[in-house]
């Protein structure tokens, strides 16, 4: 998830305008999601990725990335938080919208590669409090925003996280690569 210094996630009004990628972190971004089978989003997010990256690969202009993510993201199993969609005509996709710790535990249990949560301010908030997330993977943006849509929201306990990986991109971005610690 891109995070900006102060620990926001997205302005005010859920604009992103101010996050930095690059050729460079979406290779390297790549490498990293292509380890996960399951995708997790919540309603606004899925439904930004269902307008445009089931057909993003097929556009002349696509670039490299575009059509990678693209065929991954049609590939991927996808799981959406919402109380308001209906999953019933949704090809690959599982709508959770009650008994989220049971839900998610259940598809935790299953065989396969990771599940990673993209973007979905309210859903990861849903998550966090529930102690559902194993790890959390931040770029970290330059810049400080100074308000706008927290990513640490309402955290009832401390949640104490191991580091795994650091990397520093050519853009200024620091990736942090953390689990977490529950012992």
């Given at each position: 998830m891109?995070?900006?210094?102060d620990g926001f996630v997205a302005g005010l009004n859920g604009e992103m305008d101010w996050i930095k990628v690059d050729e460079e972190i979406f290779d390297y971004g790549y490498e990293r999601i292509s380890e996960g089978d399951t995708a997790l989003y919540g309603r606004a997010t899925y439904q930004m990725m269902e307008d445009y990256w089931p057909t993003a690969g097929d556009m002349p202009t696509a670039s490299k990335h575009d059509i990678e993510h693209s065929k991954w993201y049609m590939k991927v199993y996808k799981v959406v938080l919402s109380k308001t969609m209906n999953g019933a005509d949704l090809t690959n996709t599982q709508i959770i919208s009650d008994n989220l710790s049971d839900r998610i535990n259940e598809i935790k249990q299953q065989a396969g590669g990771?599940?990673?949560?993209f973007g979905s301010p309210t859903?990861?908030?849903s998550l966090m409090q529930q102690n559902l997330i194993d790890g959390y993977w931040l770029f970290v943006n330059p810049i400080?925003?100074?308000q706008g849509i927290p990513l640490f929201v309402d955290i009832k306990d401390k949640i104490n996280l191991k580091l795994l990986t650091t990397r520093q991109f050519t853009c200024g971005?620091?990736?942090?690569?953390y689990i977490v610690d529950r012992q």
């Open positions: 891109h995070i900006s210094l990771d599940i990673l949560l859903a990861t908030h400080i925003l100074g971005v620091t990736e942090l690569n």
